[in-house]
């Protein structure tokens, strides 16, 4: 079994940053894939970065060019490096992972139901 466990999460004033990290331990090897989603109150899971084993990423449109997802096989760790936060990116971030990246990368963004492996989820909170 794979086992998640996010790290990194806190307050923060907006347009600071976050580094959000993400453990991988039990049956983990290197061709799963790998994203970052975040769920607000009220709001639907979504997907805010995915990374295949080839190191190819993807992002929705609301964080492009702020986040960074990247990975450190060495160490089996997943990281989400958000710059220029907003308050409307508070929300409890997941790291999740699945057997592979099935499909078009832009539509994993919206199919967290395709990734079976979650973390328990770490609390990002932006004040304006």
């Known amino acids: 079994n794979l086992q998640l466990v996010e790290s990194g999460g806190g307050s923060v004033e907006a347009g600071r940053s976050l580094r959000l990290s993400c453990v991988a331990s039990?049956?983990?090897?290197?061709?799963?894939?790998m994203a970052w989603f975040r769920q607000a109150p009220g709001k639907e899971r979504e997907g805010v970065g995915l990374?295949?084993?080839?190191?190819?990423?993807e992002y929705p449109t609301s964080v492009k060019g702020r986040f960074t997802i990247s990975e450190d096989s060495a160490k089996n760790t997943l990281y989400l490096q958000m710059n220029g936060l907003k308050p409307e990116d508070t929300a409890k971030y997941y790291c999740?992972?699945?057997?592979?990246?099935?499909?078009?990368?832009?539509?994993?963004?919206?199919?967290?139901?395709?990734?079976?492996?979650w973390g328990q989820g770490t609390l990002v909170t932006v004040s304006s």
């Open positions: 039990g049956e983990f090897y290197r061709g799963y894939c």
């Open positions: 999740a992972a699945a057997d592979m990246c099935g499909g078009p990368l832009r539509s994993l963004l919206n199919a967290p139901a395709d990734f079976p492996y």
């Open positions: 990374i295949t084993h080839s190191g190819s990423t």
